[in-house]
């Protein structure tokens, strides 16, 4: 029966695992196979305090970014090293319309939280906004998703019409620093802010590379009231 199944999946879903090409298991959804999922690396200490970037220097307490330039966000911590099997799992569920990776994503990012802690103080979840355009292109936005996962798992409430976002530009990957955060500027509103007086915040993304993105929509929040935005990414460029 399961060699039957097997081959009827094969059929449907002709490729193997994304990363390395091994024939997958019953499980499709999950589009890479279980070694591939086991090689993701996770962040650990020491890590930036502030951005969550990963450092490896034993004595080192912040990286040479947050040096120069503190954002407006408390903190930020992510879940992974944005390279290799996690790099491309969030090419395939953001791009690629794998809707279903969110349950590892998602997984991840909870087996992050339960291991550190740090969602007690917390009072909502907000997902950074696409623009709507092109979230109805894509069907979904990644980042409502994976904050919709969290939210069930440490039953804290998600708000999504809170943050909007009213412009939409090129993607952040295709500039520079500096052009990163003049990218961004003025693309986030903040509607029904009497939800947030003196909030605490976890803002979740899917990635954060410069922050120029959770900076923007943490001072807008902050700005309306918002007390604190901590920040939660699945995966933190290097
Ligand atoms: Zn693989
Ligand atoms: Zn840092």
């Known amino acids: 029966m399961k060699t039957f199944l097997n081959g009827l999946l094969d059929a449907i879903f002709p490729s193997g695992c994304r990363y390395c090409g091994k024939k997958l298991g019953l499980n ?16 650990k200490e020491p890590a930036c305090v502030y951005c969550g970037k990963q450092l490896f220097n034993e004595n080192e307490h912040f990286c040479g970014d947050c040096t120069v330039r503190r ?58 906004p696409v623009f709507e355009k092109k979230k109805a292109d894509r ?63 976890l803002l979740v993304d899917d990635l954060l590379t410069t922050g120029a993105t959770a900076d923007e929509c943490s001072k807008m929040l902050l700005g309306s009231g918002a007390s604190q935005i901590r920040v939660f990414t699945l995966a933190r460029g290097l």
């Open 28 to 43: 499709r959804e999950v589009c890479f196979c279980e070694t591939c999922w086991k090689s993701i690396r996770i962040i």
């Open 71 to 128: 954002l407006s966000f408390t903190d930020n911590r992510s879940a992974g090293i944005y390279e290799g099997v996690l790099k491309e799992a969030l090419h395939e569920f953001k791009y690629k319309g794998k809707r279903s990776l969110v349950s590892p994503l998602g997984k991840i990012m909870t087996a992050y939280i339960s291991k550190t802690g740090g969602v007690e103080d917390i009072d909502f979840i907000v997902p950074v």
């Open 139 to 201: 069907e979904y936005n990644q980042a409502e998703l994976l904050a919709d996962y969290i939210g069930r798992s440490f039953k804290l409430p998600v708000l999504k019409d809170v943050l909007l976002r009213v412009d939409d530009t090129p993607p952040q990957y295709k500039f520079g620093v500096e052009e990163r955060f003049k990218n961004v500027n003025g693309v986030f509103a903040v509607n029904n802010s009497s939800k947030i007086k003196w909030a605490c915040i």
